[in-house]
């Protein structure tokens, strides 16, 4: 069985407990299990993760490297700031999606410019935390 992993960056934990107006009110362990159901209906498995610290998130891409087809990632504020990730990300040969739950397009500048974006296959934003319903699904044709 294909695994798909989902990598989730900083303070994403706190998801569904503020800022609801940017970020909805769906917590992480809502999306987790979102994705788990989506995934389980194609046949994928997830390894669904988050990390407060860049280094575990590099050292996930590297497990990933390892055994996952694809990345779907939400690096959060570390888009914009972590070359180190970008780094990583592109030692991984399998498709990538970038993922942000908001669109990041419409908010202040600097949340315009990603690193991420570099390496990633494709770029999803703006969805809610139904973009990650969608990544999943997106993926299971990307792994083909
Ligand atoms: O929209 C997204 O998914 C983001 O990746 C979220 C990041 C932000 O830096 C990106 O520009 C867009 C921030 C995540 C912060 O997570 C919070 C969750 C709940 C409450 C407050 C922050």
Redesign the pocket.
Known sequence: MRTIFVLN????????????E??GSTTLDDIRRWCEAEAGELGLAIDFRQSNFEGEIIESIHAARKSAAGIII????L??TSIAILDALKTFSGPKIE??????HQ?EE??HKSLVSRTAHAVM??FGAY?YRLAVRAMAEMTK
Do not use: D, K, M, Q
């Open positions: 960056g900083p303070n994403l934990n706190l998801l569904g407990e503020r800022e609801p940017i970020y939400n690096p959060a504020a888009t914009f993922l942000h739950i908001s669109n990041v908010r600097i949340y934003a703006g973009g």
